[in-house]
């Protein structure tokens, strides 16, 4: 007998949240060296702001590739076209970032 619909549905929606979290993580060690370069003056605001977005947008596309190609190997466009990544979620995970790196370079900054 082969696995229940609903066990393979919930290996998925794990899947899903494993890629997601993996993205969000790599993501995250961009910001935090973006924001300490930014707080050494290494760069400018506005290539700190197009670091930000660049996550957001990065899941909008995987979600549209998915609907324009359903493919299940696509787990991060099939997890943000069934919601289980909704972009209020990328968001608040950005802005807590944004918090925690905003920090963590004002405190290496103030080491220099």
């Given at each position: 007998m082969g696995i229940s619909i609903q066990k393979r549905k919930k290996a998925i929606r794990k899947r899903a949240r494993l890629a997601?979290?993996?993205?969000?993580?790599?993501h995250q060690r961009k910001l935090k060296?973006?924001?300490a370069?930014?707080?050494?003056?290494?760069?400018?605001?506005?290539?700190?702001?197009?670091?930000?977005?660049?996550?957001?947008q990065k899941?909008?596309?995987?979600?549209e590739a998915?609907?324009?190609?359903?493919?299940p190997e696509n787990v991060l466009g099939w997890a943000a076209a069934?919601?289980?990544?909704?972009d209020e979620r990328v968001i608040e995970d950005i802005t807590q970032t944004i918090g925690r790196a905003a920090k963590s370079s004002m405190s290496i900054g103030v080491n220099y």
């Open positions: 997601y979290e993996q993205e969000m993580k790599a060296e973006r924001f370069a930014y707080s050494r003056g290494e760069i400018e605001p506005a290539q700190l702001i197009k670091g930000i977005d660049d996550f957001h899941i909008v596309r995987e979600r998915f609907w324009e190609d359903p493919n069934h919601r289980i990544v909704s």
